[in-house]
C-alpha cells in the first residue's frame, strides 16, 4: 500500500441509516499499538464518498501493518475526540498520545489492515 491512498468503504443499511441521526462512521488509523482518529465518512446520496487516508509522514512506518477501523460513535463523543486531537496537535503530544480507545467501540464496524510501502 503507497501513501496515500483513497479508500472506499461500503456501510450496511444500519449504518446509514443511523448517521442521519445522532452518530458518525469515525476513521481512525492504527500502528505501532496507537489509534489516531482521522475523521469521519461523509455520504452523497446515500454512498460513502472515497476517503484519502494518510499512513503517517512519507517516510515513516514502512513495512508495518497499520489497522484501518470504522468506529459509530456518537456526534458527541466525535467532537470530543475532535477537540482533544487539536488540543493534542497544539501542545505537540498527539503523536506520542493518539486517541483515547475507551471512546471508541470495543468492536470495530470495520477493520482492515494494510502493509504500507514506498
Given at each position: 500500500m503507497s501513501w496515500p491512498f483513497d479508500a472506499r468503504f461500503t456501510v450496511s443499511a444500519a449504518d446509514l441509516a443511523a448517521t442521519s441521526s445522532?452518530?458518525?462512521l469515525a476513521v481512525s488509523?492504527?500502528?505501532?499499538?496507537?489509534?489516531?482518529?482521522?475523521?469521519n465518512i461523509?455520504?452523497?446520496?446515500?454512498?460513502?464518498?472515497?476517503?484519502?487516508?494518510?499512513?503517517?509522514?512519507?517516510?515513516?512506518?514502512?513495512?508495518?501493518?497499520?489497522?484501518?477501523r470504522v468506529d459509530r460513535i456518537?456526534?458527541?463523543?466525535?467532537?470530543?475526540?475532535?477537540?482533544?486531537?487539536?488540543?493534542a496537535f497544539k501542545d505537540g503530544s498527539?503523536?506520542?498520545q493518539g486517541t483515547s480507545m475507551s471512546d471508541?467501540?470495543?468492536h470495530p464496524v470495520s477493520r482492515v489492515t494494510v502493509i504500507k510501502s514506498t
Open positions: 445522532d452518530t458518525v488509523v492504527c500502528v505501532a499499538g496507537i489509534c489516531y482518529l482521522d475523521g461523509k455520504f452523497t446520496g446515500g454512498v460513502p464518498d472515497p476517503y484519502t487516508i494518510y499512513l503517517g509522514d512519507r517516510k515513516g512506518g514502512n513495512h508495518q501493518a497499520w489497522v484501518l456518537s456526534k458527541v463523543t466525535y467532537a470530543k475526540l475532535l477537540k482533544a486531537r487539536k488540543a498527539w503523536g506520542a471508541l467501540n470495543d
